[in-house]
């Protein structure tokens, strides 16, 4: 199997786990009186829809975890048991609010829609297992960029991907977190090397107007985390052949 | 997933949240914080969607043009709809499977973070 597979197969993970996500968001809207008429609380259904949000935030971030973890079989192997579980949690979840959909009487539109919540998730485990097994047997040709990064992030050396002059770098290091930095360091080392140097002074430029903005290094932190976890889908897209052909 | 200038993308909530903040002043360009700001999302999780809008041809950017330097910060990346993707995103929003609008959310004023 090759990596484009695995690569495909990862974006087909994502897409069906925010396929979910949205069917959630939809899900959590239901109209009073119908779920009145159904005799279902509105506190059960927001205790379902955030259960149901978590899991697929916690998959989402698990995704990542078994990206990253690629080359290290342990780690590969318990970021594989985090990511199913958080699947099967979300799949609980999802089949609750299935039972409350169908009590709803005049929730044809919803119940099908948490139907398609269910399917996704179900395409969810499938892409994922599906996913595990071609990097098992694919992992040295996947990311192959990502040990790389650790030695980076490390030891810091002159990145050449920075377009940045030495001193305003100087003046950013004095004004942005450091541990948000080397975030932003791994995650624009997941892009693809001909997008690096952009992606990497945007991040960057993003970072410290954050800084200037909040100023507080978890607000930094939560930011560069978030862009570590999306990157591996930026990834794929900039990856995708059809991107590579519609831009010049 | 990703598609060209012949096919629209999958239109989720966050990509019609996106296209929304930008479609909202289509002639205003919009770096990435603000972008999230108007949209309602996390800052730090948008780049996916925008660069598969730009692959497409629905979205253009440019780096800003200042002097960092002078500045104090590093330059901004701008975004913008292209006279495309004015054209096309809204109607592939109305013929979304679960359209935005059906959410009730609405739309925040894009201010600047700095």
Known sequence: MSAMSAGLLAENLADAIDWAADAAAYMAVPADAALARAGISRADVNVATRALANAIADARFAATNRALADGRPHARAKASGVLFSHIDRAGAAARTIAGYADRIASGGVLAGNMRSVVRALELARSEAMSLVSVIESAAPAIFPALDSVTVRTVNPAPDRASTMRPGLESMQRRSTAASARRLLKVATRMVPPGDRARYGEEFQSELADIARAEGGRWGQLAYAIRQVMSSVRLRAVLRSPRRRSAVP | ?114
Do not use: F
């Open chain 2, 1 to 114: 997933m990703a598609g060209n200038k012949g096919a629209g993308p999958r239109m989720t909530i966050q990509v019609q949240l996106v296209l929304r903040a930008l479609l909202a002043e289509p002639a205003q360009e919009m770096y990435g914080l603000q972008i999230c700001e108007a949209s309602g999302l996390p800052s730090g999780t948008i780049h996916p969607i925008l660069a598969r809008l730009e692959g497409m041809g629905w979205l253009e950017s440019h780096w800003e043009d200042v002097d960092p330097q002078e500045e104090g910060r590093p330059r901004r990346r701008y975004y913008k709809v292209t006279e495309d993707g004015a054209e096309r995103a809204p109607i592939a929003m109305a013929e979304a499977r679960t359209p935005v609008a059906a959410l009730g959310l609405r739309p925040r004023l894009a201010g600047g973070l700095a």
